[in-house]
């Protein structure tokens, strides 16, 4: 009975290790990123206004919380959600979410199926879920893209009525689209849990809004450090929602790329080349992206504060002390 027990804490080790070397290599990464664009960091001019800079923050962390709460509807929805856990949920999310910044994506499920099955979800929902969360976010990223057609094309009648259609039927095709991506045999035998997922059309919508908001959020907490370099007119804001979520859809395309770490930058700092110069658009994008994650790890350090350990790991921690 101890060499199983023994073999699975080694794993755990081992585990533990290979997230620690990859996360101190994308601190590295971020380092050098700055390094190497060292004298356009010194070039700027950056305003400092503490009002703006609360807001932006405050809209930055309620973004994240708009994708939390997505997940949470989607649990909801599932039949996996209760309220007596949301301490844990908390917990779990936040602690999964960072993990994207580890190369293939693939850590933020494991770890998100590993500490859910601790509170009760289980791992085929988990999954299940991760995946549609997954599709949801970048299906939303396409939604709020339309919008860098008026950055590109300017605000004029038509680009406007032309909008407001394409995002109306995008926003009623979107969960019929996932719908039929999670249908598809293909998907099935690749991902054996979305068999017993039992979102509808209409969970889908109730959680598409959380999720639409979350970039909107994030581009709102952009323009304003944006302001902070250089005083743009709240006229682009929509253009700049649009440009911020096509720099996600990028990242998200880079599948080997952690968290989408440099094709992100590289999409946006290239959009903001229209309004930056070019050397101070790369620092930019970078900047903001220290920025974002500076409120990730401000978020996650309140909720591992505020939220006590998950149960089952509580229990083997205690577990060991005793022996």
């Known amino acids: 009975m101890t060499k199983p027990s023994t073999h699975t804490s080694s794993l755990h080790r081992v585990y533990a290790t290979i997230r620690l070397i990859l996360l101190l290599g994308i601190v590295v990464y971020l380092a050098w990123e700055m390094v190497r664009h060292w004298p356009d960091v010194q070039a700027l001019s950056v305003r400092v206004d503490g009002l703006t800079l609360c807001a ?28 007596r856990q949301l301490k844990f949920y908390s917990r779990v999310w936040w602690v999964s979410f960072l993990f994207r910044y580890l190369p293939g994506k693939v850590f933020l499920v494991i770890e998100r199926v590993r500490m859910g099955s601790m509170v009760g979800i289980p791992p085929a929902t988990g999954v299940a879920v991760a995946l549609v969360e997954t599709l949801l976010a970048v299906f939303a990223a396409v939604w709020v893209s339309l919008l860098a057609v008026s950055y590109y094309v300017g605000q004029t009648q038509w680009t406007i ?85 096509l720099s996600h859809l990028a990242g998200a395309v880079a599948m080997i790329s952690p968290g989408g770490l440099g094709v992100r930058e590289g999409a946006l700092s290239l959009q903001l080349s229209r309004v930056l110069p070019g050397g101070v658009a790369v620092t930019v994008a970078i900047g903001i992206r220290l920025w974002f994650v500076l409120l990730e790890l401000l978020s996650l350090g309140v909720v591992m504060v505020l939220s006590p350990q998950l149960p089952e790991a509580a229990k083997a921690a205690s577990g060991a002390a005793d022996e």
């Open 56 to 83: 932006a923050a405050l809209l930055g962390i309620m973004a994240y919380q708009c994708l939390f709460g997505g997940w949470l509807i989607l649990l909801w929805r599932v039949g996996c959600f209760d309220r």
């Open 161 to 245: 009525i032309g909008l407001c259609i394409a995002s109306v039927v995008i926003f009623l095709l979107l969960p019929a689209s996932i719908r039929f991506l999670c249908s598809m045999s293909v998907v099935r035998r690749k991902f054996p849990e979305m068999a017993s997922l039992t979102l509808g059309w209409r969970d889908l919508l109730l959680a598409s809004p959380a999720f639409i908001l979350h970039y909107i959020l994030l581009a709102g907490s952009l323009f304003l450090c944006l302001n902070l370099v250089q005083e743009l007119p709240w006229t682009v804001f929509p253009g700049i929602c649009g440009v911020y979520a």
